[in-house]
């Protein structure tokens, strides 16, 4: 059974903002100095990864308007998915 990519991207938004929302509270209770961390650690997981994730980029860009550049559709899942 196919599902209504309309449906199943809306739920997909419900689903996400019912996640952030969660984290929100429970970042909420943390202090600043354990939000630093956290925020620091993303930062050091992200400069190891960047060159994987703008490895899985370039291989779908698509040009937007004008000079702007955007990923295709698909690479977000990929990036996901990446080591």
């Known amino acids: 059974m196919e599902f209504d990519k309309d449906l ?3 739920q997909e938004a419900r689903t996400l903002c019912a996640a952030a929302e969660n984290a929100r ?3 909420a209770g943390f202090s600043q100095e354990k939000l630093d961390a956290i925020q620091e650690a993303f930062e050091d997981i992200g400069m190891e990864h960047s060159a994987v994730i703008m490895n899985v980029l370039s291989k779908e860009w698509v040009e937007a308007e004008g ?3 955007i990923p295709a559709y698909g690479d ?3 990036i996901r998915q990446a080591p």
């Open 67 to 69: 000079d702007d550049r």
């Open 76 to 78: 977000q899942k990929e």
């Open 25 to 27: 509270k429970l970042l």
């Open 8 to 10: 199943a991207a809306r």
